[in-house]
Structure formats: structure tokens, C-alpha cells
């Protein structure tokens, strides 16, 4: 099964966008009403849901038809997955951060969507909370319950990523830059690399770190993401069978995509001074930046212009040792597993509160 993720494929997939969320995108366009997009948008941006009241018809209707989960979803699975992350949430965020992100920003053309939008380079922080309070609802123990978060706030980045999408493929300069080697913006193969710069980049990450996990465990969070793939509006044929599949179409995204490019070193160097701002003084910063070196390796760290490893490898090193230790006894001591799990969500829940401000 990992042989079939093929070029010709993933060549048809570059093309493909999302016709069901593209279609609203549309209709509202199609409306000449400039006020109803304005206020669409600004709902989306500033509000965690999406007050019916205030939305269009068609947003409504697209809302109801979405909002299922798909016909195989493994709710043992499902919950497994938010746990793992209860669980693991502090190294899970550092990895989201200095892993995740940075795979991405690797990836040449989808890259330059970020680069256009301005939002990760100009308005980073508030990109990177978005981003984490999104990691937050999807993960949480009653995410895809009726009045969870986690189907309605994925609905809501879908929305914007059609809205993206239609921007960009009607500005005239995005079309002349693209002319001769044109491909859909958030494409099918982009959207299935996210999920994978999600799911497995993360698990990886982990292991890297000398935390153990089993294969229930790297498979239960991996069907999670599956399932947020699924309403973000990935294709069935894009969906991995298991861990080891997903691996494959991970590799040969990155194979096909990763390029030294002027567009990643700029999404990383914004994510680099976010990271550096955040560190008190400037001897203790090549701590953040060192953690993005191990875990994505040293030649796509070369490739994104991060930072070379200095002194605070060492403190690294130590820190993964804990972390082994500290996995261990959980396994051992069932009681202080279920204590992290609660301390790591207050922990995460407070600190995005910090970070927002209230907002």
C-alpha cells in the first residue's frame, strides 16, 4: 500500500481544491455584496464559533451538510488520540512549533499561499494562537460530541481556506506568477501534507525525544487527524490506511515539495524572533530554535535558515532524558498519568488565555 502514493497522482491532487466549501466562497461572490463577505470574514477571524444568526444562508446550509463525522471514524480511537495529547500536550505544542509549522513552511509552492496571505509573517502571533487554541479544541474529551468545538471550528478554517483560495486565484498578480506552473492554492496534496505535518512530524518528534509510544497510541492519533482531514476536506483516496502508510505519502510529499526557497526562510525567521521574544534575555534562545533542529533534522533546519545548534544542545540533551524518565514511571504510576492529563490541559488552557489576552 505505501507504493501508491505515486507523482501522477499527487500531480492531479496539486490541481484539485474543495468544491464544497469553494462553492460558498463563490455563491457570496456571485452576490456582488462586498458588506457580506466583509462580515463574514470578520466573524471568522474574531469569533471561536460561528453565530448562525449572523451568517448567510448558504453558510448555514453549508454548516449543517459538513458538520458529520465520516462513516469510519473509531470513536475508541477518536478519544485515545485527544488523550495522547493530554497526555504529552507541552512537548506536543513545542512540537506543533518547531516541527510541524517548519515542515510546511519547507514546502515550495505551498509556501508562498502563506507568504501571500501576509498573516504568518505580519501578524504572526496572532497566527500562532489561532493555531494552538485550534490544536486545543479538537483534542479536547468532548471535541466532536453535538455541542463540542471540535466540528465547528474545523468547519470554520475550512471556510477560510476556500475564502484564500478564491482570492488568490482571482488576483492577477497570483495568476501571472503562476501561469506556466499553475496549481490550486490549499490544494489536495497540500491540505493531505498538513495533516501529516500534524500527525505524524508530531509523533516523530516525540519518539525523537525518548518518549515511547505504541502503535494504538501513533495509530489513535493519527485517526484523529484523519477525521479532522476529513471535514477540512480531504479526499478519501488521500486518507493514509495506517501509521506506516501515512509515513509513505508524509515522505513523498516532502520528497516532492521541500526546496530551499526565499518564501520558507521568511515564514521561519518570523517564527524564529517569535520564539526568541518569548525567551528572557538572549543566552537561553538557542534553546527554541535547537529543539526545530532535532527534531526536523539538520538539512531541512539548513534549508529554512534556522539557527546551528550552540551550548544549549546540551540542556536539550538532558531534557530529553526526563522526559524518558518521566514517561516511564507514568506508564508505571497509572495515577500520576491521569494527573498529567489534567494538569497538562489546565496548563495549555492558560496559557492560550495568557496569550489572547482575554480575547
Same mark, same amino acid.
Not at 455584496?33 to 444568526?53: F, G, H, Q, S, Y
Not at 534553546?287 to 536539550?316: C, E, K, Y
Not at 498519568?337 to 482575554?358: N, P, V, W
Given at each position: ?14 490541481? !484539485? ?15 456582488? &455584496? ?19 444568526? #449572523? ?38 505544542? +513545542? ?26 509573517? &505580519? ?6 494562537? !489561532? ?44 495568476? #501571472? ?36 509510544? &505504541? ?16 471535514? +477540512? ?64 533534522? &539538520? ?30 514511571? #507514568? ?23 495568557? #496569550?489572547?489576552?482575554?480575547?
Amino acid at each position: 500500500m505505501t507504493n501508491r502514493w505515486t507523482d501522477d497522482f499527487l500531480d492531479q491532487m496539486r490541481h !484539485e481544491g474543495d468544491p464544497p466549501a469553494d462553492a460558498v466562497i463563490d455563491a457570496l461572490f456571485e452576490q456582488d &455584496n462586498l458588506d457580506v463577505i466583509n462580515n463574514l470574514m470578520r466573524t471568522l477571524v474574531e469569533n471561536d464559533d460561528m453565530p448562525a444568526k #449572523e451568517l448567510p444562508e448558504v453558510v448555514r446550509d453549508y454548516l449543517e451538510s459538513t458538520k458529520h463525522l465520516p462513516d469510519w471514524v473509531d470513536p475508541v480511537l477518536l478519544k485515545k488520540g485527544g488523550q495522547l495529547f493530554n497526555r504529552y500536550g507541552p512537548e506536543m505544542i +513545542l512540537l506543533l512549533f518547531g516541527a510541524s509549522l517548519p515542515v510546511l513552511y519547507a514546502a515550495h509552492p505551498g509556501n508562498q499561499v502563506l507568504v501571500a496571505t501576509t498573516r504568518m509573517t &505580519n501578524n504572526i502571533h496572532r497566527r500562532i494562537i !489561532e493555531t494552538g487554541q485550534f490544536v486545543f479544541d479538537v483534542t479536547a474529551d468532548n471535541a466532536w460530541e453535538a455541542h463540542g468545538r471540535g466540528i465547528r471550528t474545523t468547519q470554520k478554517i475550512r471556510l477560510m481556506h476556500a475564502a484564500v483560495r478564491h482570492f488568490l486565484c482571482h488576483d492577477p498578480k497570483w495568476k #501571472e506568477q503562476w501561469q506556466d506552473d499553475w496549481f490550486v492554492p490549499i490544494c489536495q496534496e497540500d491540505l493531505a501534507g498538513t495533516m501529516l505535518s500534524f500527525s505524524v512530524t508530531t509523533i516523530q518528534g516525540l519518539i525523537i525525544s525518548n518518549i515511547t509510544l &505504541n502503535d494504538e497510541e501513533k495509530e489513535s492519533y493519527l485517526h484523529l487527524w484523519k477525521v479532522i482531514g476529513h471535514l +477540512l476536506g480531504i479526499k478519501a483516496e488521500l486518507m493514509p490506511t495506517d501509521y506506516d502508510d501515512a509515513e509513505a505519502l508524509l515522505n513523498k510529499w516532502i520528497a516532492r515539495n521541500h526546496k530551499d526557497t526565499k518564501a520558507g526562510r521568511e515564514l521561519m525567521g518570523a517564527m524564529v524572533t517569535f520564539w526568541y521574544d518569548r525567551v528572557p534575555g538572549r543566552m537561553f534562545d538557542g534553546i527554541t530554535s535547537g529543539w526545530a533542529r532535532l527534531w526536523i533534522g &539538520n538539512d531541512m533546519a539548513d534549508m529554512l535558515g534556522i539557527p546551528p545548534f550552540d551550548w544549549t544542545l546540551n540542556l536539550l540533551k538532558l531534557q530529553t532524558y526526563i522526559w524518558k524518565y518521566e514517561d516511564k514511571f #507514568e506508564d508505571w504510576f497509572i495515577p500520576y498519568q491521569l494527573y498529567t492529563r489534567f494538569r497538562t490541559r489546565k496548563l495549555m488552557k492558560a496559557m492560550l488565555a495568557i #496569550e489572547r489576552k482575554g480575547k
